[in-house]
């Protein structure tokens, strides 16, 4: 049945309270927003990053939201489009299983709910209703052109973080969606190796937090827009039967995607984080000289053969482009998989620090990406065991559990990613103090005391 | 040639006896109950039936597949050997997919990566 999807989405999210939200999905979520603002200032360090926010204070927009580690405000619809951008120029936020989520639903929260002065417990609200929308409606536009960072589901669940925040009631926030539905948001694979990747995710926070102020005059959006065999889903991906849009709606409130959040390790495509991880396990606990490894086989996540030298083993010049082409950036690389798996070895970790110009060129990497040899394994699941011979025979084996979604089996602390994402842009005291608003949130009661740390 | 024909042989024998498998990812939907014509630029050419539980091949060309993937034999040979799939030839902009097919057919190249790492 897809009769009614838009009215019952929008019912959904309007009619969700703070209270009716089970308490580990609130600790998921503030997890998520630590993850996701170490994520924000990670991207902001990086030089498209940069790039952006100076143009858009250059704009001059009228200062209502927080630009994360700018130093100034602008308007919400472009605050949220600058914050969402810099959550995803690094690949290093979260996801659901079909979706990523984090990205533009922490960015469009923050700031509209900063323009609105709304509660700790109004962001959560909002930041679960963008995580169960976002997760469902990736479930279902499951193009093998359009997946992961690439889906068009976030034309639906921007304008209802936002619309909520805003107080839309149930007319307005199918309006909201209505208009952020107008143009179908696919997107051009070609561009996942330039700065504008970003966009990806900064349009759609753009244009979700606009609709959501429009609907809010007055201007109305089909409240069929979801269903309709012309309405958006129907557009945006070739479902092969509609009766499968009941998964927008199927459970909302009762099973909790947010449950199913993994807050990305690594700033890579998630399906290299098994191998990276192994890596980095057997070189900080042996002595592993990059000049003296003869081989790197990997037995990794069969699915991760499907982006493994994306571009690499297509393009013979494909350094020589990020060395000399605009257009051709470090973020190729974090698809690709070669430079992240071979930069760990000789590095001894992977961050963003590695991804600078002078490590992407370095000859010592490149002889390194040459010795790895990768065997998609089915029954490996999402692990990966990575063996490390050396010229004298001496050889190391790690194996990496990973589960169906990707969690380390030991946990990850977003908090010690945040120290370090942000280290160069604040204090200890500074991080400390955000981590602790975090954590006591739905006592904030008004998310100005937190953006106003995060300028 | 025979690279190519192998290549098919395994994905068709594969398949058969994988479609449960297959079955259980986004992928099927949009290959099975298909046709497509594969070409081997400037060679042969090649009609690729995939049904819901088997797949075979002859060669020749079809005016009614849902798609036609024409590729240098070089590219041909990577996906068959398990390391590029139609996505990643694409990136590479030496493949060229109408619009309308591109759902099927980039679906169609990663299931023939993936069952060609089987072998």
Known sequence: MREGITRKVAEWAYNLKYEHIPKEVVACVKNQLVNMIATIYAGSIMEPGQRIIKAVKNWGDKPESTVISGGYKTSMRNAAMVNSYLACILEFEDYLPESHVGDVGVPTALAVGESYGSSGKEIITALVIGNEVGGRTGEVLVDPVHVGHASPNHAIDVPLVAGKLMGLDVEQLMDAMGIACTHVQGNTMINWAADCKGMLTGIPALVGVTSASLAQAGLSGSHEILEHSLGYCNMASNIPDLSRLEIITRDLGVEWRTLKLVNKPFPVVAYYNAPIDAILKIVNRNKVEPENVKEISIRCPFIMMLTAGFYSLRYPDFYERIKNRRDWTYQALLIDGYYPMAISLVDREYTPRQLKLEKILDPKVHGVIKKIKLKGDPAIGSSAEVTITMKDGTSYTQFSKYDQFFYPEEGFDVKKKLYDMASGVKSREEIEEIISMIEKLEKVDDINELTKLLA | ?119
């Open chain 2, 1 to 119: 040639m025979r690279e190519i024909e192998e290549g098919l042989n395994h994905f068709c024998k594969a398949y058969e006896y994988l479609w449960r498998v297959v079955s259980g990812t986004q992928y099927y939907n949009y290959i099975k109950n298909k046709m497509y014509n594969l070409k081997v630029k400037g060679k042969k050419s090649y009609v690729l039936t995939v049904e819901p539980e088997t797949a075979h091949f002859e060669e020749g060309e079809s005016g009614w597949v849902a798609a036609t993937v024409e590729m240098e034999e070089e590219d041909w040979k990577s996906v068959f050997r398990g390391e590029a799939n139609f996505a990643s030839v694409a990136a590479a902009d030496r493949l060229v997919v109408n619009k309308d097919a591109q759902n099927t057919a980039l679906a169609l190249g990663m299931v023939m990566q993936l069952l060609s790492l089987l072998k």
